[in-house]
Structures are given as C-alpha cells and as structure tokens.
C-alpha cells in the first residue's frame, strides 16, 4: 500500500461523526439542489438552442443600488477601514436602530447592548445554537425552510423537531401541536416570515402568540428576517420585535442581501435581547473578525434609503402578478404572496394520459428536462413547488415575454392537480 493511500485511509478514519464519521464523502445519495444542478446541464447539452428560464434561484437578479456601489468603492479607498472590524463600529449600530425604527416601527433598540452586526444572516444563524444547545437539547424548526439553525442543533449533540407549514394552517406553525415531553427540552425556536419557501407573511396576532407561547414555556424565539422589509398589496414591513414582550424572549436576523440585492456582500446584523446578543458576540468573536469596515459603511448608506428596497419590492410585486395570471390560467392555483420573491404552488397529480408525478421533485425535474423551466422542489409538508420572480430580464417588457414563454411551453400539455 503506498503512503499517499496510506494517508487517505487514515484520514477518512478520522471525520467527525456529525459529518458523516468513517463514511464521510462515500455516501450516493444525491441532494436536490444537485439534482436540479445536473437536470440544467443535461437540459441544455438536449436543447442548446432553447432559452433555460430560471424561476429557481433564490437571490435577486439585479446590481446594488449605484449608490451603494459607490459608497463601497469610496470607503474602500480609505486607510481607516483596511484593518479588523471584530464586532463592529457604533455608528454602523446607531443607522441599524435608526432604520429599525423607522421602517419597522422597533422603537429604543440600544446600539451597545442590543444590536451587533453579522457577516449576514446564515453565520448569524450557525452561531446561535452555539450560546444555548446543549446535548438532548430542542431547536423548534418550522419546515419546509433554512436549515441553518438546526444543521447546527445536530451538530451540538441536540435534537431538532420540526413543525410543518401547511397551506389549511396559512403556512403558520401550530404551536398547540408540539408533545409536552418535547416542549421541556426545547430552547430555542426559529420562524422566518416572510417565509421561504411558501412566501407566506405572519400576521400581528401570531406573533403575540409566538410571545406568549415562549414566555410560557421559557423557549427563546430566533425570528430570520431576510424578506421583511420587501412587502407588498397593502402589507406593511413587520418586525417580531414590535411586539409587545418580544424583546424579552427573542431576536431577530435581519440581512441586506434580496432587500438590497448585496447577496456577495455579506451583511446584516442580530437584534433584541441583550442577553441572547451579547451571548452571541461571545461566539462570533471566536468564529470571525467582522466584516469588511467598507461593506458596513456602503450598507449604511443603503439602510439611510429605504426608498432602495421599496423600489426592488414594487419589481416583484408587478412580476408576481404576472406570473400568477400565467400559471392560474394554466390551472394551478397560485396564490400572491404580499412578501418576498418566492411563489409556492401545489405540483400536479401529473399529466392527462401521460407521466404522473408521484412528487414535488418528479414535477420540477420534468419542468427542467422537457420545458426547460427551473424550479425548486419541497415535498416536506405537501408536495409543492418554489418558484422566484429573481428570473433574469432586462425591463418590464422583457419580463412579459419571459412569463408569455413559460405559458407558452406549459400549455403544450393537460396537467391534472
């Protein structure tokens, strides 16, 4: 046996059983978002000379705004910011609470106690299991959704119990569900509205519920909030945190990421209670040494201009009635959402004397491969598929023709819901 092979048997003994133990890399399942990455290829080598829509990918498809850019590249220029942001500057902090207020309506946040910046909100979220999950510890995990928080629960040595997000429950979570033996364990509980994968926007009354459901049990609320701020049709930007007791049970992740198209950027910021903040810039300092001072300066100027993001939410707003008339008069039954850039809709039975589809995934990946139409698949509670109004098109004209397409390649056939 040679050295090299050697040490490649030594190695594989050695992984982490969180990632898999001995048998880490060797496994043959296959991911979904690898299925649909290989279902595009195939799809494009079949038909080279077809437009590939994508309706899958779950970040914007548009610059930052100018401004932002060139705050960037003017802050970046400057010998002050060159060096470690660790936790970040106050100023930076101050326009945080600022805009929380003010679009939000989060009044008397403290900069020094209660806010800290992220290198947004996926680290944010990775991190927290951290301050609280001890081993036979609960994370409450609302799914279909991100499975940051709970990924990292596991790795801890907790458990993660999940709470399904149906369309007859408005894609709320039932509370009232969860088995008393699982409520003792449970300390922490992850909600994400408006939500991805459903779209689906909490509403005031559940959120006072969500407060009274965790001072009760003494469960500490982690609310993800990356589609806040792009609200639309009447529905005003809601934060957790103006709830009445919300900050004494909970935080709130907030990113600039799909409300400012800066997904390469990597910036948001955790708020709310001090204690679960100050515990997580206690773990952040051992993982990280903050953000590039010049992102977090360009992201101030973009929280000073909200007028940026209501703008980008008008863009999927006009694009999400688009494409619902389209798929409505095909005959699926598709919902506006009044947030966020996803549409979330029930997947056929299958096609009138033809392929049936025995799941969501059977459904995209036909949508891939025959129509070459990208979506996202979600078979967790009900079998639905995720489509983003992130597509790429150059004007409102152009979007009309992309969405006229999709109906057009959809109405070559009869499915069955």
């Known amino acids: 046996m040679s050295t090299e092979v050697q040490k490649e048997s030594f190695i594989q003994q050695r992984f982490a059983e969180r990632i898999g133990g001995a048998s880490f890399g060797k496994g043959t399942a296959i991911y979904k978002f690898e299925k649909i990455k290989r279902a595009k290829a195939a799809a494009k080598l079949a038909f080279p000379n077809m437009e590939l829509i994508d309706m899958g990918v779950g970040e914007p498809d548009e610059m930052a705004d100018a401004g932002v850019v060139a705050a960037l590249a003017a802050e970046a220029a400057k010998p002050e910011n060159r060096g470690y942001s660790d936790n970040g500057p106050r100023e930076y902090k101050v326009v945080v609470a600022e805009y929380m207020k003010n679009v939000f309506g989060v009044d008397g946040l403290d900069p020094d106690t209660e806010i800290l910046h992220s290198i947004g909100t996926k680290p944010a979220l990775a991190m927290l299991p951290s301050c609280f999950i001890n081993p036979g510890d609960v994370t409450l995990m609302t799914v279909p959704g991100y499975p940051i928080l709970g990924t990292h629960t596991k790795y801890l040595g907790g458990e993660v119990y999940p709470l399904p997000l149906t369309k007859e429950n408005n894609f709320l979570p039932d509370l009232a569900s969860i ?239």
Not at 254 to 261: A, I
Not at 336 to 359: H, N, T
């Open 179 to 417: 088995p008393a033996d699982i409520l003792k364990r449970a300390k922490l509980l992850y909600l994400n509205y408006p939500n991805n994968p459903t779209g689906a926007s909490a509403t005031k009354e559940f959120f006072a519920e969500v407060v009274e459901f965790a001072k009760k049990n003494e469960i500490i609320v982690v609310h993800d909030a990356p589609y806040a701020a792009l609200t639309f049709d009447g529905q005003e930007p809601l934060s957790f945190l103006s709830t009445p007791g919300a900050k004494e049970i909970g935080v709130e992740c907030h990113s600039l990421s799909k409300s400012y198209n800066m997904t390469g950027w990597r910036i948001g910021w955790l708020c709310g209670n001090p204690l679960v903040v100050s515990a997580f810039g206690t773990v952040k300092d051992n993982n990280d040494s903050g953000q590039f001072l010049a992102i977090q300066k360009a992201a101030m100027y973009g929280l000073e201009h909200p007028e940026i993001t209501r703008n980008i939410a008008a863009k999927y707003s006009r694009r999400h009635d688009l494409l619902c008339a389209a798929l409505n008069e095909i005959g699926f039954q598709a919902s506006k959402p009044r947030g966020s850039f996803f549409l979330y809709v029930q997947a056929p039975k299958g096609i009138k004397d033809g392929q049936r589809f025995e799941s969501a995934e059977d459904f995209s990946q036909y949508l891939i491969r025959e129509k070459l139409i990208s979506t996202v698949p979600w078979d967790d509670a009900g079998k639905f598929v995720r489509f983003s109004v992130t597509f790429i098109a150059n004007g409102e004209e152009d979007e009309k023709r992309v969405i006229s397409e999709i109906k057009r390649r959809l109405t070559d056939v009869q499915f069955e819901f």
